[in-house]
């Protein structure tokens, strides 16, 4: 029931993104990790890929964090999972997600999932916020691909992971897309 990894992967990941929040809202960014790791506990996925889930982020987002530093605190198959997730933010924005897309199609079984995880919140909370907002063009605003690219990229993520991951992430994530393309 409990799992001492998840657990301490939890509070790594809260103070390494302390003070963060999620894009163009006052939402602790924690709760994206968390939102990730709920998705992948619900389709049976191992501890060191919920770890991986809940820590995917913290290279690329926080001070103080590198490849090794994972591996030194939580082990080799952590760390190669957050490798292959984590973007090169020295690259224009349509050079990662287009990298992230290629990516999609080679990387572990276990990256694929925590991939396919963080697409599905990502598009899950887009989808929320475009529900909930009285002017669509000012949710888009906040993504630097605006709206036809980030929908293309995700469309092309969508694709690359589908067959790879369970799928009702993809079928979930499939259903959010539709939602946001209205």
């Keep these: 029931m409990f799992d001492p990894g998840i657990e301490r992967a939890i509070r790594t990941a ?41 820590l995917h982020d913290v ?65 899950k909370a887009l989808e929320e916020s475009l529900g909930l907002a009285t002017d669509s063009d000012e949710i888009w605003a906040r993504f630097n691909g605006g709206r036809d690219a980030t929908i293309e990229m995700a469309t092309r993520l969508l694709e690359a992971l589908t067959g790879r991951v369970d799928p009702k992430i993809t079928e979930a994530s499939r259903q959010a897309l539709a939602a946001i393309r209205g």
Aim: net charge negative.
């Design 59 to 123: 290279v690329e987002d926080c001070d103080d964090w590198t490849l090794e530093r994972v591996e030194s605190e939580f082990g080799g198959e952590v760390s190669a999972v957050v490798a292959e997730l984590t973007e090169d933010k020295s690259k224009t924005w349509e050079e990662r997600k287009l990298a992230a897309v290629e990516k999609a199609t080679t990387m572990s079984a276990e990256g694929a999932l925590v991939k396919a995880a963080d697409q599905l919140h990502n598009l």
């Design 14 to 54: 809260t103070v390494a993104h302390a003070g963060q929040t999620r894009k163009g809202s006052d939402l602790p960014y924690i709760t994206h990790p968390v939102h990730v790791a709920l998705i992948l506990v619900r389709v049976g996925a191992s501890s060191a890929t919920v770890q991986a889930g809940i």
